[in-house]
């Protein structure tokens, strides 16, 4: 919903927001640097670190194969791809519920 808000004009059917998932406004580094810049455990840390899932390093790689990512829909897409099937695939909501 954040980014609809930020892109009001644009519809969601036609053309997706940037990859803007800002945590902190007042970080230097964009959630789009983290993504296509970081390295594999950096993203593996921040990965556990924020969900807590264990499949956090395949994850992470999932990522770095798939760069460059330029929306959030690209990377849920590439996190629910990185989960292995008998793990619960299709349970698996990739954004944090608050």
């Given at each position: 919903?954040?980014?609809r808000l930020r892109y009001p004009a644009v519809p969601l059917y036609h053309v997706l927001p940037p990859l803007d998932m800002p945590m902190d406004p007042e970080s230097p580094v964009s959630p789009e640097?983290?993504?296509n810049h970081g390295s594999e455990a950096e993203l593996s840390d921040l990965i556990y670190k924020c969900r807590k899932e264990r499949h956090s390093h395949r994850m992470a790689r999932a990522l770095m194969k798939a760069r460059p990512i330029r929306t959030t829909t690209?990377?849920?897409q590439v996190v629910t791809r990185a989960i292995p099937s008998r793990s619960g695939l299709h349970h698996l909501y990739p954004a944090p519920i608050p």
């Amino acid at each position: 919903m954040r980014g609809r808000l930020r892109y009001p004009a644009v519809p969601l059917y036609h053309v997706l927001p940037p990859l803007d998932m800002p945590m902190d406004p007042e970080s230097p580094v964009s959630p789009e640097d983290i993504v296509n810049h970081g390295s594999e455990a950096e993203l593996s840390d921040l990965i556990y670190k924020c969900r807590k899932e264990r499949h956090s390093h395949r994850m992470a790689r999932a990522l770095m194969k798939a760069r460059p990512i330029r929306t959030t829909t690209e990377v849920a897409q590439v996190v629910t791809r990185a989960i292995p099937s008998r793990s619960g695939l299709h349970h698996l909501y990739p954004a944090p519920i608050p």
